[in-house]
């Protein structure tokens, strides 16, 4: 009786983990689909235009082999409105990635502070989401419908 | 009758002196006072020269020295020892770039451009991948020698620090929109002058490209602050005189974005001031067409 009440907990334990494990795995986002779509959702002040990959790892100083997929949206410099979502290629990188755009929007901070600082409030408070390889980021004074977004994607 | 002789003789001679060679006059600052916001620090105020605001902002046929005379034109180009061209580093006399056959996007491999928030959008959109930028949101002929704004490799330098770093073919400046408020156009021209010669110092095989301040919308201008096209056309006046003094070109990209107004569109700019996309290819197409070879 106690053998086979260990071997049913230690079943359920082992299903309990296996769709725990399943559930992160089911987070896939196409970066760029990603991108598009909270361009879409969220309301911007100023024209948002893609960037290449060489100028995206310029803004951000992000190195091409750590990234996956990714796309960056920025605007014309009128404010500090930015999107960008990285699928990084492991958990290591998604690290790195992360760091920079932490960086990336401390220096944006140093830069309109002065500059604009009507700017600030924005990037004080973006929409930024780290789940497992992907980083997504929303600059816009629209963060509710950033958010609402962005957990769409990720499905919570 | 001798002694006349002699007199025309030297008045031909004189007349001959004058038209080859125009002997450098300081520029004096004009009477009056000009209440237009405050440069930190700055106690004076006087207004600047000013040419006729048709000059700045005409089509370039209409600009002097750009009609159909043959000695108007630029030179022949220099080439090296392997033949390829390469940018002659001083103007010979007229330092108005004149509209030349269209370069491709190699000629600015070695172009390095200087400048302000304007020219991280000419970075971000202009497609101009090779050339070097160092470009800062906010970035004054002042801020250009004090200010650690430009990252190269993680470290932080001025500009007249970073300018010294590399070999560059062309350098392109394009100050002036944050500076509209100072009281001394004075100091303006001062500080744009040391900064020239610092690049001249760092780079001195260099063409220095000295761009106009490009406009900004009728809507932003009419907003009543200090910057608008009146002050852009007053200070671009200043920068032409400039580059005749300290002979370095003076290529009018504001013409190559203004509409028949010489104003921005107002479709240009989302704030009246940072261009679109295809307003900064605008831009390039006009450097590209405005090219020193």
Redesign the interface.
Known sequence: MKRRLAAGLAALAIMVMALAGCQEAQVQLDAAQAADAILSAVSF???M?A?DA??RDTLYGTSASDIANAKVY??????AEEIAVFEAVDEAAAGRIAEAVDKRLEQQRL??E???PAEMPKLNDPALVKEGKYILLCVSNDKAAAMQKINELLGK | MAVGIILVVLLFLCGVAAVIWKPWEPQEPGSGSMALGSEPGSAESETGSRLPTESMHAPVSELPGSGSDPSSETSPPVLTSSGSAVTKPRPDGDVVVKESPAVDTQYFDDALFIGNSRTQGLELYGGLRTATFYASKGLTVKTAATKAAIDIDGEKYTVVDAVKKGSFGKVYIMLGLNELGWNSTQTFVRDYEALIDAVRAAQPDAAVYVQSILPVTQTKSDEGSYVNNERIDEFNALLLDMCERKQVYYVDVAAGVCDAAGVLPEDAATDGVHLKPAYVKQWVEYLKTHAVQ
Do not use: L
């Open positions: 002040e100023d024209e235009t960037v060489d100028m920025v605007s014309t410099g009128a404010t830069d309109y002065d500059y604009a």
